[in-house]
């Protein structure tokens, strides 16, 4: 005999927490805070990083929960402001559990700070599916600002390269419609890192637009932003095309360049084995990035 909608969700589940005597709703387990909850009474979390959201993926998921119901707790917290639970983490299986018709859902009640709630959603959005570069970048700065953290130290809780944190949240300095285009997926993160380079915003838009429309990959668009920003040098350098230079030493500037987000020169002299590295930086704020990147500081 099939389960009627709202009374249980996820099978199994009361193997784990005993149900009352109408078998209606699940007891609270001191231990967990695991416990079944009307989703009427879940209000969104203000918090949550991900903005938009796919509605195939939402219904993929509202079919399987139908099928086999809730496998996975979500994560709530008692509204501080009222009635009912705030959620934290599991806005998909919430979503999906509304679509699917159900009106209860597995839940385990945290009490969380406000800065908990923040990087308890981020690090859920991480695991489970991408975040587009810019909402991610915006959950990173909003985490740094609540609890006071270095990229460093955030980089440590959230299981992130320290360099990848550090160079999404430099996209923030971006103007905002360049910023919807890489929400939108139209412009990649890599594509729109050059831009940071070129002071002014109506010409970073011009070459946002020329990225588009040329479909330029991040070597031609790097290509294009250092020609910009050094059109003397370009035409003095012209001679030493890559062709005559040490390919290790071509190869090795262009790791260093999307390491650091930055023009970056080598000059080697095969003679003597000396030479040089040369790090180029838009001003001081973007100096400050990369002397971090390296370790060190003013």
Known sequence: MALGKGKVLGRGLGNLIPVN???????KDESTGLREIRVSEIFPNPHQPRKQFSDQSIQ???????????????VVQKNPSGSGFVLVAGERRLRATKLAGFSKIPAIVR???EADT???ALIENIQRENLNPMDEAQAYQNIIDKRGLKITDLATRVGKNRATISNLIRLLSLPKSIQDLVKEGKMTEGQARPLLSIPDGKKQWDVAQKIILESWNVREVENYVSSYLNPDKKIKSEPESSDKRDASIVKLESKLRNKFSSKVEITHNETNGKGKIVFSYANITDMERILDQLGLKL
Do not use: A
């Not at 005597?21 to 007891?27: K, M, Y």
């Open 21 to 27: 005597e109408n078998n209606v709703e699940l007891s």
């Open 60 to 74: 993929e998921l509202s079919n399987t929960i139908q099928e086999h119901g809730v496998i996975q707790p979500i």
């Open 111 to 113: 009490e969380l700070s």
């Open 118 to 120: 923040m990087e308890l």
